[in-house]
């Protein structure tokens, strides 16, 4: 499955932004899919997941309360609702494909990875 990330970009701490990952190829399911994302200098790590049915989501504790994640099996695209942005926030944001129909929190357990779009959070 191809993965196509876009929706970053230049916000005010505070903002909000809302991410989109819109698959092609193959059939858009029964997978998971996430986010993560990856800042200047440091490790790419897990911001966001979902299962196949969309009632299951998981957050990295940096984000929870102010990302969600959702997705429309209609339209094989999976969102990241991100209200409150931080500086901390920025970094190239991927989204990812999982392995079987549950949710993923760890890179292993994806096997498709978009480009990335990158969001920068000034204060």
């Known amino acids: 499955v191809q993965l196509q990330a876009c929706g970053g970009g230049p916000v005010q701490a505070g903002e909000s932004l809302r991410l989109s990952c819109a698959a092609s190829?193959?059939?858009?399911?029964?997978?998971?899919m996430g986010w993560f994302r990856q800042a200047p200098g440091k490790e790419r790590e897990f911001v966001a997941g979902?299962?196949?049915?969309?009632?299951?989501?998981k957050y990295a504790f940096s984000v929870k309360g102010r990302f969600t994640i959702s997705r429309d099996n209609t339209k094989n695209t999976v969102y990241l609702q991100m209200n409150s942005l931080k500086p901390e926030d920025t970094a190239i944001y991927y989204c990812?494909?999982?392995?079987?129909?549950?949710?993923?929190?760890?890179?292993?357990?994806?096997?498709?990875w978009g480009q990335g779009t990158l969001v920068t959070v000034s204060s």
């Open positions: 990812a494909a999982g392995r079987s129909f549950e949710v993923g929190t760890t890179a292993p357990q994806f096997r498709s």
């Open positions: 190829g193959r059939a858009f399911g029964p997978y998971g």
């Open positions: 979902v299962n196949w049915s969309g009632d299951i989501t």
